[in-house]
T-cell receptor, first 116, second 110 residues
Framework: GAVVSQHPSWVICKSGTSVKIECRSLDFQATTMFWYRQFPKQSLMLMATSNEGSKATYEQGVEKDKFLINHASLTLSTLTVTSAHPEDSSFYIC????????????FGPGTRLTVT | TQLLEQSPQFLSIQEGENLTVYCNSSSVFSSLQWYRQEPGEGPVLLVTVVTGGEVKKLKRLTFQFGDARKDSSLHITAAQPGDTGLYLCAGGNQGGKLIFGQGTELSVKP
């Protein structure tokens, strides 16, 4: 299957700082990427849809000023958690949609964010 | 709002037993995906079903998409400890957005 990478795989930051998470599609172009949040033992919650060259679409209840998404190229989307608080600690997962031959959605390995 | 109800949420069985996981919705989906996720990793796609009534088999796993494309099931035959993990169903719409069920935490004991 296609490969999606995330960086970093884990990060610890202090309250009030900002953290950037990268999501890359390594062997296909992804005009659409998605960002999810997952709490322990729970399912994935869609946060936003990232479209290359345009503004992200956020799900209801997700603060767009807190979770900044940028999709500047066909292979890279970034999620920046601004002014992080301990309640932002979570597992963040991105996925990339391959609209080509495979037409599947592939997930990255996730980023564990801990805010102290 | 599209919702997917997945059940059971927890399942603990002995090696060799069979099990079925269900995903139900009142909404029609253009596709239904099943994923398996290990702790600390991203979900890995197992199968995609797109046609109502479709049945796909992956070794001991059988996936079915309901005729009306509103529900799906995953059946595992003769479960093994290696099947342990979180199983997720996700319904897809035309825009590519996935709606996930609550997940099923499966534990297969030797």
């Amino acid at each position: 299957g296609a490969v999606v990478s995330q960086h970093p795989s884990w990060v610890i930051c202090k309250s009030g700082t900002s953290v950037k998470i990268e999501c890359r599609s390594l062997d296909f172009q992804a005009t659409t990427m998605f960002w999810y949040r997952q709490f322990p033992k729970q399912s994935l919650m869609l946060m936003a849809t990232s479209n290359e060259g345009s503004k992200a679409t956020y799900e209801q209840g997700v603060e767009k000023d807190k979770f900044l998404i940028n999709h500047a190229s066909l292979t890279l989307s970034t999620l920046t958690v601004t002014s992080a608080h301990p309640e932002d600690s979570s597992f963040y997962i991105c996925s990339a949609r391959d609209w080509g031959v495979r037409r599947e959605q592939y997930f990255g390995p996730g980023t564990r964010l801990t805010v102290t | 709002t599209q919702l997917l109800e997945q059940s059971p949420q927890f399942l603990s069985i002995q090696e060799g037993e069979n099990l079925t996981v269900y995903c139900n919705s009142s909404s029609v989906f253009s596709s239904l995906q099943w994923y398996r996720q290990e702790p600390g990793e991203g979900p890995v796609l197992l199968v995609t079903v797109v046609t109502g009534g479709e049945v796909k088999k992956l070794k001991r796993l059988t996936f079915q998409f309901g005729d009306a494309r509103k529900d799906s099931s995953l059946h595992i035959t003769a479960a093994q400890p290696g099947d342990t993990g979180l199983y997720l169903c996700a319904g897809g719409n035309q825009g590519g957005k996935l709606i996930f069920g609550q997940g099923t935490e499966l534990s297969v004991k030797p």
